[in-house]
């Protein structure tokens, strides 16, 4: 049986899509509403600003991240930690497709707009992007210990490693190129950069 969401939820799901989609100044409170089926009152009882609810986008993608990759953490049966750099890469891949929207609106523009004048909306982007990262850099780690990855800055390598996969996604997010085919190749330049 399926969960029914709240009216709160249907806001945030909907926010998030016309946000992601539309962009953040092109979308409207009564639009938003109107999308997820509520009154505009309704839509103000639970957001006061639109800047308030774009918040709480942001914030309900930085959970969603965190209990994504937790999961990756609890359910570690991976031989070594170049293994688990292959398991990541595939899942970022794979949630990146699953939460497109969510990534879309990631890859926007407005969000680090808005960082510059809100303190909330840069700690949310700094958690989602330290999360994203340290489950790689974690991983280096493990491998350095395992003896499966150099001693290499596990943080710079981490950030690389994020940037090579990520720059992939964001590729297929805006329909510039199908990188599918480069997955292989994702994996074996991530090897010689980090094997013995």
Not at 109 to 134: K, M, Q, R, S, V
Not at 162 to 173: I, Y
């Amino acid at each position: 049986m399926e969960k029914k969401i709240t009216r709160k939820e249907a806001i945030l799901l909907v926010a998030t899509q016309l946000f992601s989609i539309q962009g953040y100044r092109t979308t409207s409170m009564g639009e938003i509403a109107k999308a997820a089926g509520v009154a505009d009152g309704t839509i103000f009882y639970h957001f006061k600003t639109k800047e308030e609810l774009f918040l709480a986008v942001l914030e309900h993608f930085k959970e969603e991240i965190i209990s994504e990759f937790s999961i990756i953490e609890e359910n570690d049966t991976y031989k070594s930690g170049l293994e688990k750099i292959e398991a990541l890469l595939s899942f970022y891949i794979y949630l990146a497709n699953r939460l497109e929207d969510r990534f879309l609106l990631l890859h926007r523009h407005f969000p680090y707009t808005l960082a510059e004048d809100n303190p909330a909306c840069w700690n949310h982007l700094e958690e989602i992007y330290n999360t994203l990262i340290g489950v790689f850099e974690q991983a280096i780690l493990q491998g350095q210990a395992d003896g499966s990855i150099d001693e290499l800055p596990a943080r710079k390598m981490a950030m690389i490693i994020f940037t090579l996969v990520d720059g992939m996604v964001r590729l297929n997010t805006y329909n510039i190129y199908h990188t599918g085919p480069l997955y292989n190749e994702l994996i074996t330049s991530c090897h010689r950069m980090l094997k013995k």
